[in-house]
């Protein structure tokens, strides 16, 4: 069945860097458009980056643009969201997922710590 794996979360200050993995299985990878979303507490989960099935085309929130960048290794099956200049705002549990399916994955905490 369609599983997502995320890691690469963590305690991170004002500023700083983290780089998250997805690991995705139980689909076509190389043809799918994989997207970043994020839920921070109290709060709906939102978009955050999207990413063609080649890697050429991406697009990302506006409140993103400019500090994070997503990537993806097909032949490895994983994706990956390069964050930089991180805010306590990007406070969240971040999730990936595959358009066409419904399955998430455990997702990986990000927490700025203030």
């Known amino acids: 069945q369609v599983q997502f794996v995320e890691s690469g979360g963590g305690l991170v200050q004002p500023g700083g860097s983290l780089r998250l993995s997805c690991t995705a299985s139980g689909f076509i990878f190389g043809g799918a458009v994989m997207k970043w979303y994020r839920q921070a507490p109290g709060k709906e989960r939102e978009f955050v980056a999207r990413i063609d099935g080649t890697g050429r085309r991406r697009d990302y929130a506006d409140s993103v643009k400019g500090r994070f960048t997503m990537s993806r290794d097909n032949a490895k099956k994983t994706i990956f969201l390069q964050m930089n200049s991180l805010k306590p705002e990007d406070t969240a549990v971040y999730f990936c997922?595959?358009?066409?399916?419904?399955?998430w994955g455990q997702g990986t905490q990000v927490t700025g710590d203030s």
């Open positions: 997922k595959a358009d066409g399916y419904t399955t």
